[in-house]
């Protein structure tokens, strides 16, 4: 067989897969076990080797803090965004983390980022298609979900680059799966995509023309999905046991990984059988057992199988479509084999969905349809062009912290828009530009993607300066935002970073360092960030030591300060990332009566008319002094 192949993998929340494709027919590549789907569970072993799936899974239960599962809920998000995960998983966060750092989660002994870890899985997948191929395999398309932010998409490239993968293209898991099922060889028509996993929920709505894809509209919830059924369980069993059997072993890890198993089992049970049994083995001999019902596990999951109602509702209205005008409604996801959850799709659509092939393996056996139409393809899918759609508007913070929007949600992709923008105070240097996703009004309520500065634009009167933003998303979902002041062709020097993205230094260092990141490389790290630090405060100091508020402190309070400072300075010329810490704390301590002093001036300037600017004047000339963010103007657009 040729080594060249490009495979397409699901990297899912609890199951990930690889396939390829066989002459006109997608297959799953199975692992060495002979089990297609690879758990999405990341474990290390007694001899400290990382090992990735089932063979994982049971660390889970014996020693759950040296295994991680449901990864991809942390893969691009940063710590405001995961508190509710953190209630639900146990994940163990390292626990010198920097704000705003990139997550890291400890494993036995050391830390991974979430990349990291996917690509753990991402290896193994390889693996499997290495071994099965005879050869090496280096190129893949991967799949995400409709719903993933740019940042989740830029972390799950980034797993693959660490993996030793090229990542040719991030696909949307409900195009993959249109693409299985062959959709594309219907003309015209309205497609939906019902996609119910384990940790999240898609719904898409595919429009064809002339036998070409488009994704018209999605929506979804990227919290629900078979682990709160599972929730739901492990409730009643957690219930139960303290109730008949007087153990509440609620906060005893293993005990509740044990029951998690058993509510696995029978959920899955319950999707062919009218009854099933929960057994778990508590600790101190004792047995749990119970029996549940077809029509009780109907009970329990009718309001999570209802939350999908409102999603599937106001992605059809965002389509501009009724229900009755969809043509063909397909079930992705292990959820979906639950026999509720289709009748839920079929009463929702008028009409019953596809469930011809395994709906958790159809994303993967896409995936690779897609990576035969990349790699030159067959003659029966050469001609198909793929479009999908940006899930949420994108845009930047003007002046009065409002969001404006530049490329709107549900936009196909690629897409690209341009909007011009002047400067709000005269004399304006710099421009801020903070790069925004979401659909609400202000800044604050949106989500921060990135923050970069238009840098030296000549001084001009406010209103006069022409500055052009460019939004660029690229066919794997991926924005490029860049900004130019027309009049002096004055261009940002623009790295949009997603906010809790890898940088590509970072992913670098990953991959020379592979997974032995030394003690010495993150000690390193550490040293440079609190240097970045101490130089933020020294030069807030020297700035402070201008300014009126200096000369009202004592001389021993100077005296002080300034020993303070010293001992910054020496500090921060060190390897010591404990004396540079305890440096910045002192001198941070130190300054709070002169940072009290400084508000005051500023604050009676204000009180007696002067501009807070005019303090500023006193400050040494920067770009930065007069950094504001963009208002936008009609006559410019
Ligand atoms: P993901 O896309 O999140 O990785 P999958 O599509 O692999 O998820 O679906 C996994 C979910 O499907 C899990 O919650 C699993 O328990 C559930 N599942 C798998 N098979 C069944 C079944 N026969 N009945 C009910 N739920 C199932
Ligand atoms: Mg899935």
Redesign the pocket.
Known sequence: MSSDHIVGI?L?????LVAYMQGDVPAVIPGEDGLN?VP?VVALDENNQMIVGNAARKYLIETSDRAVYSI?RLMGRGMEDIQEELKLFPFRLADDLLSGEVLRIRIGERTYTPPEISALILRQLKRNAERFFGGPVTKAVITVPAYFNDAQRQATKDAGRIAGLDVLRLVN?PTAASLAYGLDRRKNGVVAVY??????FDISILKLHDGIFEVVATNGDTHL???D??NLLIAIALDDIRGDLGLDVRRNGEAVQRIRKSV?EA??A???EPSAKLDVDLPGGKKYQREITREMFEQLIQPVVDRTIGPTKQALKDAGLKPGQVDEVVL????T??PKVRQLVQELFGRAPHTGMN??EV?ALGAAVQANILGGGSAITKEMLLLDVTPLSLGIEVAGGVTDKIILRNSTIPASATQYYTTQVDGQTSVAIHVLQGERELARDCRSLARFDLKGVPPMVAGMPRIEVRFLIDANGILHVSAREQRSGKEAEIEVQPSYGLTDEQVEHMLLESYDFAEEDFRQRQVIEARREADTILAALSKGKQSPAWQELSSEERAKTEELERALLAAKDGDDYAAIRKAIDALNAGTMHLAELMMDTAVSAALKGKAMDGAEADLPEGEGAQAGHPVAKAEFK
């Open positions: 699901d899912g929340t609890t199951n990930s789907l999405s991809k898991e996609d119910l996993g384990g940790g999240t999905g078979g682990d059924i599972d696995i959920k899955i319950l999707s062919s992705v996801g292990g959820s084999r639950i709906p958790d994303v």
